[in-house]
């Protein structure tokens, strides 16, 4: 189940999966425009095929980007492709929102990616550069939802386990921040009377109590394996090398900031889920990378078994 031949078969059954969930027809579209000064993702394009295409464009963009952080910075502390695996199953437990592009899946992406280039300036004299790219991206997409925006500090947070923060790279992040309107302001790709609050509208008002009931079952299950993996994971970490112990703060960091958004940001819960099921998925598949015992799979296969029966009864009942 380490093996990287299972996830891809993973990632292909999830992948038909979610192509038959499609073809039903049943999701409700993602509402509402959630953005300061340009509309949100799920505004972008319309319902149908393209949507759906670049959802599973989008997924497959965070597991490669996952892909690139297990090999260059040795983030699971052992080779396993199993964290690619667990993140496809988690993400077809949600198949109405997996099936069409909005902030969820970009804001998993974003963080990745932010991630990785954080992991690189460990201690670095020139961290700057990555630091204001860091911040400038989240800046940026933030115009688009507000939910970028509670990652801002979360990246200072991680600045500092990366042994970077100090006066350079605090000008640095301030700079990002601030660059991405002036940008929008001076080329008036934005005016600032479009500037408005966001659309706080529940995406849950417009969703049967059945859909609800398995989407917060699913987020529930998700966020209960994480907490559960990351003290279980503490245990090892205290072991690691100071730049491992750094890099997997930073990944906790992210996790904990996931855990508080989806459940304080109630009406903007579904956008916090793909980074939920990531961070789940990479703290589950750690845990079980340290500690490979005979029958460790099946714990493996339950886990998979139970989003799996999830998704069954979203498609049968």
């Not at 009406?267 to 490979?292: E, G, K, V």
């Amino acid at each position: 189940m380490h093996t990287r031949g299972f996830a891809l078969w993973v990632c292909a059954i999830a992948f038909v999966g979610l192509i038959c969930f499609f073809l039903t027809g049943s999701h409700t579209p993602v509402a509402g425009d959630r953005g300061f000064a340009l509309p949100s993702a799920n505004e972008w394009l319309p319902a149908g095929g393209l949507s759906f295409a670049c959802s599973m464009a989008a997924n497959a963009a965070i597991v490669i980007t996952a892909a690139a952080m297990a090999k260059i910075h040795n983030i699971l502390r052992s080779i396993t492709g199993l964290y690619m695996a667990l993140f496809a199953v988690m993400q077809l437990a949600t198949p109405q929102l997996t099936v069409q592009l909005y902030t969820g899946p970009l804001l998993a992406l974003a963080i990745a990616i932010c991630l990785l280039l954080l992991f690189g300036v460990y201690r670095s004299e020139r961290a700057s550069g990555r630091v204001l790219l860091t911040f400038m991206s989240l800046s940026a997409l933030s115009a688009t939802q507000y939910c970028y925006a509670v990652y801002i500090p979360a990246m200072l947070i991680c600045c500092a386990q990366m042994r970077v923060l100090g006066g350079r790279t605090l000008v640095a992040a301030t700079l990002g921040v601030l660059a991405p309107w002036w940008i929008l302001f001076g080329l008036g790709i934005a005016e600032p009377s479009d500037l408005h609050l966001p659309d706080f509208a529940r995406l849950f008002e417009a969703v049967d109590i059945g859909e609800q009931i398995w989407l917060f079952a699913t987020a529930g299950l998700s966020a209960s394996l994480l907490v559960l993996c990351l003290l279980l994971n503490a245990f090892k970490a205290i072991a690691y090398n100071a730049r491992s112990r750094a890099v997997n703060g930073a990944i906790i960091v992210v996790a904990l900031f996931t855990i508080l958004g989806a459940a304080a940001d109630f009406s903007n819960t579904a956008a916090y889920i793909p980074l939920l099921n990531l961070c789940a998925a990479i703290q589950t598949a750690h845990y079980f990378a340290t500690h490979r015992a005979d029958r460790s799979w099946i714990a493996i296969a339950a886990i998979c078994l139970a989003y799996t029966t999830l998704f069954l009864c979203q498609i049968l009942i």
